[in-house]
Structure formats: structure tokens, C-alpha cells
């Protein structure tokens, strides 16, 4: 079975760090492209970052680049977010999502499956 | 950047009835590269449909898409009890950023 658990999250201040984790089982972890989403609380989906299977190249949305890192370790079938600098705007639950097929680009998938999602919450 | 707009915002129904879901683009969406998913509260979105018009393993068929372009279209043809939910369009594809989504179109009980 394809799984993808996310950890990690937790109540963080204004200014703070985390490092989210997606544990993948039931693939051949290394072949797909993998990314991060997020959806603030009563809110839409958001796409964050993503990573190409062997970590060539990434690619970040606006609102968090240059303040989030994503990397992957095929090794050990993991995907991670770092996220520094974080702001109140940051709460929200964080999926991990793969892509549904491998290819060369990125962007040439839908997402298929998800993660459960890990709560991020930003406050003082 | 391809912004998706989707609509309504709100459909209320009840069971047995059909749900139109609308998502439109603001540039045309290459290749048909649009994706639908379900959410129910406190779960991770379901994959329903992709290439605009498959339905994804499991999905019944209940649930069709349609659309090219810019204009897309979700449609349940007779809701199930199970099917109050909150709906999502994605395209893929795009040059970075390669992803967005719709806002969601949320289908309540009437």
C-alpha cells in the first residue's frame, strides 16, 4: 500500500523554525517528483515547494521562498520542508503529496496520494 | 501565473440531485492538465479526476469532468449522502509555478 506520513508540526513563535518529515512507503520512493502543499485553517489549498526525484530541481511558491528549504533523502524514503523565519500567516496543516507518475518534469502530474497533513501554528 | 477561479462557492442540494461544479481559468490550460479532488473535514483531499475528463481508481462513476481551455467542469450526477464536501480544482503542467488550485467549491445538505 502507498503511504505518506507526515511529521514534525507543532506550536512554533513568530521568527522560529521547523522541520517538517514525510515518511513514503509502498513505491519506489525515488522515481517520483514529491511535494508539499498547505491549507491554512478554513482555508483553500495552497502548493509550497517541490522537489524532482533526484533532487535536480525545486521549486517554491512566492509567499515562502528564500524562507523554506525542501530536500529529500531517497536513501531513507523521506521528504522534508525546513522552514525558518516563520510568520502567523505560515499556521496551517502541511501534506506531503506525490505525484501520480514519474517523469523528467515536475509539473507534469497531478498529486496521488496525500499525506494525512502535519498542523503547523505560528503564534506567540 | 494560472489563477483558477472556481464557482459557486456555496451549492446547496440535497441527495439524489445533480451538483454542477464550475472552474475556469485565466489562460488556457494546456494539454487538459486538470485535476479534481474531494475534501471532507479534518482528511487529506482525494484524487477524483485528472486529464479533465478520467476518473481516478475507485471513483464511481457518479462523478464526471469535463471542459478544455479554460473552462472546466465537475459533475456528480445524483448526490450521495457521502458526497457533501468541499471540491478543489488543480491545474498542472504550467511552467513554474507548475501548481494551483482553485478556492473550492463547498457542496452542503440543503
Known amino acids: 500500500e502507498v503511504q505518506l506520513v507526515e511529521s514534525g508540526g507543532g506550536l512554533v513563535k513568530p521568527g522560529g523554525s521547523l522541520r517538517l518529515s514525510c515518511a513514503a512507503s509502498?513505491?519506489?520512493?525515488?522515481?517520483?517528483?514529491m511535494n508539499w502543499v498547505r491549507q491554512a485553517p478554513g482555508k483553500g489549498l495552497e502548493w509550497v515547494s517541490s522537489i524532482s526525484s533526484s533532487s535536480s530541481y525545486i521549486y517554491y511558491a512566492d509567499s515562502v521562498k528564500g524562507r523554506f528549504t525542501i530536500s529529500r533523502d531517497n536513501a531513507k524514503n523521506s521528504l522534508y520542508l525546513q522552514m525558518n523565519s516563520l510568520r502567523a500567516e505560515d499556521t496551517a496543516v502541511y501534506y506531503c503529496?506525490?505525484?501520480?507518475?514519474?517523469?523528467?518534469?515536475?509539473?507534469?502530474?497531478?498529486?496521488?496520494?496525500w499525506g494525512q497533513g502535519t498542523l503547523v501554528t505560528v503564534s506567540s | 501565473e494560472i489563477v483558477l477561479t472556481q464557482s459557486p462557492g456555496t451549492l446547496s442540494l440535497s441527495p439524489g440531485e445533480r451538483a454542477t461544479l464550475s472552474c475556469r481559468a485565466s489562460?488556457?490550460?494546456?494539454?487538459?492538465?486538470l485535476a479534481w479532488y474531494q475534501q471532507k473535514p479534518g482528511q487529506a483531499p482525494r484524487l477524483l479526476i485528472y486529464?479533465?475528463?478520467s476518473r481516478a481508481t475507485g471513483i464511481p462513476d457518479r462523478f464526471s469532468g469535463s471542459g478544455s481551455g479554460t473552462d472546466f467542469t465537475l459533475t456528480i450526477s445524483r448526490l450521495e449522502p457521502e458526497d457533501f464536501a468541499v471540491y478543489y480544482c488543480q491545474q498542472y503542467g504550467s511552467s513554474p509555478p507548475g501548481f494551483t488550485f482553485g478556492g473550492g467549491t463547498k457542496v452542503e445538505i440543503k
Open positions: 489562460q488556457s490550460v494546456s494539454s487538459s492538465y
Open positions: 509502498g513505491f519506489t520512493f525515488s522515481s517520483y517528483s
Open positions: 486529464g479533465a475528463s
Open positions: 503529496a506525490r505525484v501520480a507518475k514519474p517523469s523528467w518534469f515536475v509539473f507534469a502530474n497531478w498529486f496521488d496520494p
